[in-house]
C-alpha cells in the first residue's frame, strides 16, 4: 500500500490523499468514490434510527402472524425471527467494516475479493433482489394510498374500472408511490438521513398506540397469543421443525441483503464504535419487538372483528373515521418510503453505477430500480405466506449467503482487513487479477448458490433448500478460502495473483 496515495488515521480509517487524481478512471465516479473522513458525519443514533425505520415495515408486521398461520405459536413465531435476526447481526457488521475503514460502498469492497469487473457479479445478483424488494414495498404503499382515498372519495375504487384484476386507481396510486421514492432519490442520502430519523419514532409511537388501541377493545390479547404449541394446519401434516428451519431460513434472508451492502451505509459513519452499536442495539430488539406488535394486533381483530386481520392496511379499511383512516395510511406509507428508500435503493443505485460507472450514477441507477422493481410484479410475490416467505425469501438467502462467505473470507481471514483503497479505482491496479475476473470468488458463488438452490428444483434435496442460507455461506466461503488460501500466503493485498 503506497504511503503516499493513503492516510490513516489513529482510529485505523482510511482516506485518499489526492481523490481527484482518479477522476479519468473508468471505475471512477462520485457516487462511488471514497467518503473523506471529514464528511464521515453518521453516529450511533443514525444507525440506530436506520435500523428501526427499515424494521418497523409491512413486512415485519406480517411476519409473524404468517408464521404462526404455518402452525408455530406466537412466542415460537417471536423466537424464531429474534435468532434470524441476531445470526444475520454477524456478516451484517463483519462486511460493516471496511465501509467505516476506507469510506468505500458495497460494490467497490466487492472488487477486492472479485476482481474490478467481477464484481458486477455480486452487485448486480444484489440489485436484482433489492429491486425485487423495491417492487413489494411500492406496492405496499401504493395500497395504503389506495385506502387513503378511497376513505376520503367515495367510488374511488371503481372509479376507472379495473385491470388486471385490480381497480384501475390502485394502479395509479402505485404509481404515484413510486413517483416519492424517485422524488427522494434525486434529493439525495442526506435527504433520507432526515426522512429515517423522523420515521423511526413516527412509527413506533403509532404502532404502539395502535397496540393500546387493540388490547384495549379486545379485553385482552386473544387467541393467537393463547396458542402454546405448534399446531399443523388443517389439512397438513407438518412438524414444527419442518416448519422452523425455512421460516429461520427465510427470516435471515429478509436482511441478507443488508449484510452485503451495509457499507453503503457506513462508509459515512464517524467510527466502527458508533456503527457497529448503533446496529446492535436497534437490529435484533426492533424486530422482534416489532413482530410481537404485530402479533397482538392480528391476535385483538379476532375478537373485535371476528376475523383474522394480519394486514395494517386491510384494518385500516375497517374504520370508518376517516381521521383515523388517513392517520394510519399516513403512517403505512412513512414507514413504507422509508425502509424503501434506505434498504431497496440506496445499494442497487450503487451496484448499476458500479457497472457503468461513466454513464450511471447514483440517480439513474435509482430510476433503473424502480423500472426494474416494476417488472418483476411485486402484486405476484406477496400474494401468499407460501410464495413470499418460502419462494422469495428463502429462495434469494442461498444466492447472497454465498456472496456474504466469499467477502468474509476474502477480507477478515486472507487479508486481514487490509486493503488497497487506490487500487480499487484503477483498471491495472491489484485487483485486476485476471482481465478484471478473480475466478476463485466466481466458482466459489455459483458453488455455493448452487448447492443451495439445488433443492428448489429437485424434491429429493429439499432439506438443502431449507438451509439455504446456511449452505450457500459455509460452502461459497469454504470454496473460495481452499482455492485462495496457497496463493495468499504472507501476501494479504494479492499482489502475488497474476494479471494479464
Excluded at 265 to 285: D, K, M
Excluded at 302 to 322: C, N, Q, T, W, Y
Excluded at 459 to 470: C, K, L, V
Amino acid at each position: 500500500m503506497s504511503e503516499s496515495s493513503e492516510i490513516s488515521h489513529e482510529d485505523g480509517r482510511v482516506e485518499l490523499r489526492d481523490a481527484g487524481a482518479l477522476t479519468q478512471s473508468p471505475l471512477y465516479n462520485h457516487d462511488l468514490a471514497p467518503i473523506p473522513v471529514a464528511q464521515r458525519t453518521w453516529n450511533t443514533w443514525d444507525y440506530s434510527a436506520l435500523w428501526i425505520s427499515m424494521a418497523h415495515c409491512i413486512p415485519t408486521y406480517k411476519m409473524a402472524s404468517d408464521l404462526i398461520a404455518s402452525g408455530m405459536a406466537w412466542w415460537q413465531a417471536l423466537v424464531t425471527i429474534a435468532l434470524g435476526n441476531v445470526i444475520v447481526l454477524g456478516p451484517i457488521l463483519l462486511n460493516s467494516h471496511p465501509g467505516t475503514k476506507y469510506g468505500i460502498p458495497f460494490p467497490v469492497f466487492a472488487r477486492a475479493a472479485y476482481g474490478t469487473t467481477g464484481s458486477n457479479l455480486p452487485a448486480l445478483m444484489r440489485a436484482l433482489v433489492a429491486c425485487g424488494w423495491f417492487g413489494i414495498n411500492t406496492w405496499i404503499g401504493g395500497d395504503a394510498l389506495q385506502t387513503f382515498f378511497a376513505s376520503i372519495w367515495t367510488g374511488w375504487d371503481g372509479l376507472l374500472g379495473s385491470f388486471n384484476g385490480f381497480p384501475t386507481t390502485q394502479w395509479l396510486s402505485f404509481l404515484l408511490f413510486w413517483s416519492l421514492n424517485i422524488l427522494i432519490i434525486f434529493r439525495g442520502m442526506d435527504v433520507l438521513r432526515r426522512v429515517e430519523r423522523f420515521a423511526a419514532p413516527f412509527v413506533l409511537v403509532m404502532t404502539a398506540i395502535l397496540v393500546y388501541w387493540a388490547v384495549d377493545h379486545a379485553g385482552g390479547f386473544g387467541p393467537l397469543i393463547a396458542q402454546t404449541g405448534f399446531v399443523a394446519p388443517e389439512g397438513s401434516n407438518a412438524t414444527f421443525f419442518a416448519v422452523f428451519v425455512p421460516s429461520l431460513t427465510a427470516t435471515i434472508g429478509f436482511w441478507s441483503t443488508l449484510s452485503l451492502n451495509m457499507p453503503d451505509f457506513t462508509r459515512f459513519g464517524r467510527s466502527q464504535r458508533e456503527q457497529a452499536i448503533g446496529q446492535v442495539v436497534a437490529l435484533p430488539t426492533t424486530m422482534t419487538l416489532f413482530a410481537a406488535m404485530g402479533i397482538t394486533i392480528t391476535s385483538a381483530t379476532v375478537i373485535i372483528f371476528h376475523k383474522s386481520i394480519a394486514d395494517p392496511i386491510a384494518l385500516g379499511r375497517e374504520f370508518h373515521s376517516r381521521v383515523i383512516v388517513g392517520i394510519a395510511m399516513f403512517t403505512v406509507v412513512i414507514a413504507t418510503l422509508a425502509v424503501n428508500i434506505a434498504a431497496n435503493v440506496v445499494s442497487p443505485a450503487n451496484d448499476f453505477a458500479n457497472a457503468f460507472p461513466k454513464r450511471i450514477n447514483f440517480k439513474i441507477g435509482g430510476v433503473i430500480t424502480g423500472v426494474i422493481g416494476i417488472l418483476m410484479m411485486p402484486w405476484e410475490i406477496t400474494k401468499s405466506a407460501n410464495s413470499y416467505i418460502f419462494g422469495w425469501l428463502v429462495g434469494y438467502s442461498g444466492a447472497l449467503g454465498s456472496i456474504a462467505g466469499v467477502l468474509i473470507v476474502d477480507y477478515w481471514i486472507l487479508r486481514k482487513t487490509k486493503l488497497d483503497l487506490r487500487s480499487l479505482y484503477v483498471a491495472d491496479g491489484e485487483y485486476r487479477y485476471r482481465d478484471g475476473w478473480n475466478m476463485p470468488a466466481v466458482y466459489a458463488t455459483v458453488a455455493g448458490a448452487g448447492v443451495a438452490l439445488l433443492g428448489a428444483f429437485w424434491e429429493p434435496m429439499r432439506f438443502i433448500y431449507n438451509w439455504s442460507w446456511f449452505v450457500g455461506f459455509g460452502l461459497a466461503g469454504g470454496v473460495y478460502w481452499l482455492l485462495m488460501a496457497g496463493k495468499m500466503h504472507g501476501l494479504p493485498e494479492a499482489r502475488h495473483v497474476k494479471r494479464s
